[in-house]
């Protein structure tokens, strides 16, 4: 089964160095307590899993980075309404969207 890709050029040149040092250096720097994604994943599922997910997940973003080729389920999201009421006198409500 293909699935479909959203294609990016990248210059080899230009590409950071993607090591298992810096994915576990940005992913003990994640908040705590946040929403999670689209897919249910919150950054305590990253910051408490396996180290080997750590490898895979460098091994992941260097080939992506390499190839050009970012998966079409990495854009997803879904936008979350807040309201915002300044006064709570009022009947009307101001609702903001917030996308995750």
């Keep these: 089964?293909?699935?479909p890709v959203l294609v990016?050029?990248?210059c080899p040149c230009l590409m950071p160095k993607i090591d298992t040092e810096l994915v576990s250096s940005v992913i003990s720097q994640l908040q705590r307590g946040k929403a999670p994604d689209?897919?249910?994943?919150t950054a305590e599922h990253l910051q408490y899993c396996h180290p080997s997910v750590v490898v895979l997940l460098a091994k992941l973003i260097q080939r992506i980075m390499t190839s050009g080729c970012v998966p079409t389920g990495f854009k997803y999201s879904?936008?979350?309404p807040i309201s915002k009421v300044k006064d709570y006198r009022s009947k009307a409500m101001k609702?903001?969207?917030l996308e995750v």
């Design 1 to 3: 089964m293909l699935v």
């Design 78 to 80: 879904y936008i979350v």
């Design 95 to 97: 609702c903001d969207d």
């Design 8 to 10: 990016i050029a990248v």
């Design 38 to 41: 689209i897919e249910g994943l």
